[in-house]
């Protein structure tokens, strides 16, 4: 079984940066994909930034050129967040899809972290 547990979010004032790192437990055979989601009050939940087994990267219009994914290694990514703005304002989940050792590929997902973006 694999678990994801979040860390780094938090009230920050607009332009000002936060670092989301998102780490799995369990033993991992290999990794599709790894990325972030965010929802907001009232709104779906939506795609923030993906980073694909190739190395290739995946950004919403609304972050690229602010918000940059990292992998650091099969179990670990983290994403960079700059120029904040109030609308980033959301719970953000981390988003894994992999295949753990013995069992078939899934999606797995974090439980969550705050970010709040103060104007």
């Known amino acids: 079984q694999v678990q994801l547990v979040e860390s780094g979010g938090g009230l920050v004032q607009a332009g000002g940066s936060l670092r989301l790192s998102c780490a799995a437990s369990?033993?991992?055979?290999?990794?599709?994909?790894m990325g972030w989601y965010r929802q907001a009050p009232g709104k779906q939940r939506e795609l923030v930034a993906r980073?694909?087994?190739?190395?290739?990267t995946n950004y919403a219009v609304s972050v690229k050129g602010r918000f940059t994914i990292s992998r650091d290694n099969a179990k670990k990514t983290a994403l960079q967040m700059d120029s904040l703005k109030p609308e980033d304002t959301a719970v953000y989940y981390c988003?894994?899809?992999?295949?753990?050792?013995?069992?078939?590929?899934?999606?797995?997902w974090g439980q969550g972290t705050q970010v709040t973006v103060s104007s």
């Open positions: 988003n894994f899809r992999v295949k753990p050792s013995f069992m078939a590929e899934a999606e797995y």
């Open positions: 369990g033993i991992i055979s290999s990794v599709s994909y």
């Open positions: 980073i694909n087994s190739d190395g290739s």
